[in-house]
């Protein structure tokens, strides 16, 4: 599903719905708004009236009127506060309305570019917000539904009164729907059960990826090479998995020479059951979203040529299952990873960090400006932030505001957490380098990070533990439902784009 862009005037665009939005301390009509009531005779804004609408976000009123002997609908979607105006509001507003045209079965729905009008934000801004509400919002996983026989997905089309603002709402209305395309694909792949999600399915859709874009391709290492790369926390993990383990990395070139190397590594274990120290049954349930981190990667990759970062842009990511049979790992094996360093595994459900040692190895090897990583690294992050935010652990305060900066405009919620120092006596083991989990109950998303610092050494380097945010229980808000969410890709198409 595409979002239209069009020249011309809305009061005179043909629809089954158009769509209006106001803010809560502006009640009167302006701008466009204005020009369509008008040509109503003022019914609009007697309606919104009788019926006390307050703008506020949210909130919405439904309106039916004669037009020239045509019956058309208007629906008003509430802002909230014209100071507060900002993308994301225009992305839950646009979610709203698409909900609503939905229900009311309309096929053509019509609007304007919200917020640019009065200068609050730019015409770019607006239409991206416009897009990335609206599809992420129509986003359903029915791979294994048969489809409903009389649903209708509505259709957006902007409506544009000048060339010049056209050219920017353009640009920003196809970025936006790059970046929801991308953040679908994320959800996909995060939905699809793990039986369908393997470790080789992994590298097929990074394959595919490639295949798709002439700027970027693929290495994929098998078990072979991995053995001889040393890379013993991937094949650790799989041991007791009949599914092969492998390491892929995506590269991206960009057109004009650079030197500049961006890493982006993601989780990837397609299923985590805990191995020998077995998750109990509920814990396992949503566990297919362990490879979210992975799967955000590859849908940042999946619009990187739209993006076109002035970087080298490498996507890496171990691909493995956590699964058991005699031979899985056990509590108290010793394996070496890719650095040569020792980890005593206590616990192989803290598997996420083993193969993180590798696929960190594997890029700090190649001096990169920064590693960036996401992972559904630990239940503790989950426990200390919620469900929706991400917590961030770095080892520079730059590339942090970076990221920070990136995810307040994607709207996706990330705050930073100390890599505290003192907490490194936590990990330390009697018979090998590291142990793999801390000797203390508390602290588990602030122990993991520090358990993967040794492995960045001193690149720049930003942890993003998504555990919370990457799967959903139920619906977060009116573009996020429940299931994979595809959280990260838009933050970090988002910093590309400032590259
Ligand atoms: N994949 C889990 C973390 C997780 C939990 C992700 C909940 C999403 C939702 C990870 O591999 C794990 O099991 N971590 C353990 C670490 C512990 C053994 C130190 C955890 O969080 O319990
Ligand atoms: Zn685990
Ligand atoms: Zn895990």
């Known amino acids: 599903m595409n979002i239209i862009l069009k020249r011309g005037l809305i009061q005179e665009t043909p629809s089954d719905l158009l769509i209006l939005a106001q803010c809560s301390d502006q009640p009167t009509l302006g701008g466009a708004a204005l020009c369509v009531d008008e040509h109503l005779h003022g019914h609009l804004a007697q309606v919104k009236k009788e019926e006390a609408f307050s703008g506020k976000s949210g909130e919405s009123l439904l309106v039916r009127c004669q037009d020239q002997e045509v019956l058309r609908r208007f629906l008003f979607v509430g802002l909230g506060k014209r100071a507060d105006l900002c993308e994301e ?12 045209a939905k229900v009311l079965k309309a096929k053509n729905v019509t609007t304007i570019l919200h917020g640019a009008g009065a200068g609050e934000m730019t015409p770019r801004a607006s239409a991206k917000a416009i897009a990335e509400g609206w599809l992420l919002a129509s986003y359903s996983f029915d791979r294994y539904k048969k489809p409903k026989k009389d649903t209708v997905i509505p259709e957006l089309t902007v409506v544009i009164r000048t060339a010049r603002t056209m050219k920017m709402a ?17 959800r996909d792949l995060v939905n699809t059960p793990a039986q369908d999600m393997l470790p080789a399915d992994l590298v097929q859709v990074a394959r595919d990826i490639a295949k798709e874009q002439e700027q970027v391709s693929v290495r994929v290492f098998d ?21 092969d383990p492998y390491l892929v990395e995506m590269h991206y070139t960009p057109k004009k020479p650079s030197k500049k190397h961006i890493f982006l590594v993601g989780k990837a274990v397609t299923f985590d059951s805990g191995g020998l120290s077995i998750k109990p049954a509920q814990g396992m349930e949503t566990m297919k979203c362990d490879m979210a981190g992975a799967a955000a990667v590859l849908g940042a990759f999946s619009a990187i040529t739209h993006v076109a970062p002035n970087a080298h842009v490498h996507g890496v990511f171990g691909a493995v299952e956590n699964a058991i049979s005699g031979n899985a790992l056990r509590p108290g094996d010793v394996i070496t990873v890719l650095n040569g ?43 200390a932030l919620g469900e929706e935010v991400t917590g961030l652990m770095s080892n520079n305060d730059l590339w942090s505001e970076r990221v920070l900066t990136a995810a307040k405009s994607a709207g996706e919620n990330m705050w930073r957490l100390p890599l505290l120092k003192s907490y490194k006596r936590l990990l330390k083991s009697s018979i090998a ?60 198409l988002t910093l590309l784009k400032t590259l």
Not at 170 to 186: I, R, S, Y
Request: charged share 15%; with cysteine; glycine share 12%.
């Open 433 to 492: 380098d590291y142990r793999n989990i801390s000797t203390s109950r508390y602290g588990g998303a602030l122990t993991a990070g520090l358990f993967l610092e040794p492995f960045v050494g001193k690149t720049p380097w930003v942890h993003l533990d998504i555990a919370g945010p990457a799967f959903a229980e139920k619906k977060i808000n009116s573009y996020t439902t429940g299931g994979g969410t595809g959280h990260g890709v838009r933050t970090l």
């Open 89 to 100: 509001v225009l992305r839950e507003a646009m979610a709203c309305a698409y909900h609503s």
């Open 170 to 186: 353009q640009a920003g209305a196809d970025l936006g729907m790059a970046f929801a395309q991308a953040t679908c694909l994320a």
């Open 223 to 243: 078990r072979t090479a991995l053995k001889k790369m040393g890379a013993g926390g991937i094949l650790g993990v799989s041991q007791g998995s009949d599914h």
């Open 341 to 383: 360093k020792t980890i005593e595994v206590l616990n192989t459900d803290a598997e996420g960090r083993l193969t993180l040692a590798d696929t960190i190895s594997y890029a700090a090897k190649q001096n990169p400006d920064v590693i960036i990583d996401l992972a559904t690294l630990t239940g503790a992050c989950v426990v």
